[in-house]
């Protein structure tokens, strides 16, 4: 789901905004990065100062054919106060918050996100990803969501690869994207007594059994989509959208609704590993995989297990 339903309540005071306060120019300075609902993310190639090279931001905007609505406005307030009481390796970092002319969060530029990266492999060669690319991705954002979880006692929300940032060649992955977080209590379960409309949004494809059929909201809520993200890097493709031989592919099913009812009843289902996955090279993967796609929240791993798990297989010699 992509829309809110109740506007982020913020409690703290306005952050400052950020000391090395900048303009946003016109393109050609700014250059799309992605975008979500009612924002738009750009990366701002930043003028040197005294002949020194600055570092580019991605800036987090409110999309121009958006009327102002006070929803996304706070929900991008509450990102920005978050951010920036956040620090950790594998989150992306804040840069600023700035209010006058332009409402914008300027967090940390990185290369690409992970949902970029599928689809250009789409584009060229359809080949999976290797299996340490994905136990790398494991390794950074179960450490991110670990840090998430314990230390900060909060629910990412929208665990999917384009929330996944990735710089080189897979140096080091980031989780961005805390619009829609959620506060958790010591137990790790979803604490409504802090927000009065603890809502879970997410995205329906990566979204948890709990979630479309009702139930315990809590940290292992996280740990489903993140296994989904991994079956993306095998099969190159999001969640559920996969045909198979019991759909009827004629013409007339394409145009009603059974081709959309047909991919949404799967939505909270474990998918089916892609053809020509070879079980023995990606034994790995696969594991981490079934790991965190368990329909029993409570069989799935947590996010401090699911890293160290990774981290462990990375540096084996039989990947």
């Known amino acids: 789901m992509a829309e809110f339903q109740t506007p982020v309540k913020v409690k703290s005071n306005k952050i400052p905004e950020g000391s090395d306060k900048i303009s946003i120019p016109p393109s050609p300075f700014l250059n799309r990065l992605g975008y979500g609902t009612g924002v738009s993310v750009m990366q701002l190639v930043r003028s040197p100062k005294a002949g020194q090279i600055r570092s580019p931001w991605a800036l987090k905007m409110l999309n121009k054919r958006v009327k102002p609505n006070k929803v996304y406005t706070e929900r991008l307030q509450a990102e920005a106060e978050l951010l920036q009481r956040m620090s950790h390796p594998n989150i992306v970092g804040f840069r600023a918050f700035g209010t006058t002319k332009i409402l914008y969060l300027g967090m940390e530029a990185c290369d690409l996100s992970l949902g970029d990266m599928i689809e250009k492999k789409v584009e060229n060669d359809c080949e999976p990803f290797a299996p340490k690319c994905i136990l790398k991705v494991a390794a950074d954002i179960g450490n991110a969501l670990d840090y998430l979880h314990t230390k900060m006692q909060i629910l990412h929300g ?154 462990l297989a990375w540096h084996t010699d039989a990947v």
């Not at 790790?188 to 059929?213: C, M, N, R």
């Not at 993140?226 to 190159?236: I, K, R, T």
């Not at 998918?271 to 790995?284: A, D, F, H, L, S």
Request: charge should be negative; charged fraction near 20%.
């Open 158 to 311: 929208d665990m999917k690869s384009y929330n996944i940032l990735v710089n080189g060649d897979f140096v080091i992955c980031k989780l961005c994207d805390f619009g829609v977080t959620l506060p958790l209590d010591e137990n790790g379960v979803l604490d409504k007594q802090k927000k009065k409309y603890a809502i879970y949004f997410g995205t329906e494809a990566w979204s948890a059994p709990e979630v479309i059929h009702g139930g315990t909201i809590s940290s292992a809520t996280d740990m489903w989509p993140l296994g989904l993200v991994f079956w993306e890097m095998l099969a190159l493709m999001p969640p559920h959208t996969q045909m198979d031989d019991t759909f009827d592919e004629s013409v007339d099913s394409l145009q009603d609704d059974s081709m959309l009812d047909h991919f949404t009843e799967r939505y909270g289902t474990r998918p089916v590993v892609p053809g020509g996955i070879c079980p023995v090279r990606y034994e790995q993967p696969l594991v981490l995989f079934c790991s965190c796609t368990q329909e029993a929240p409570s069989a799935r791993p947590s996010a401090r297990r699911l890293a160290d798990a990774a981290h």
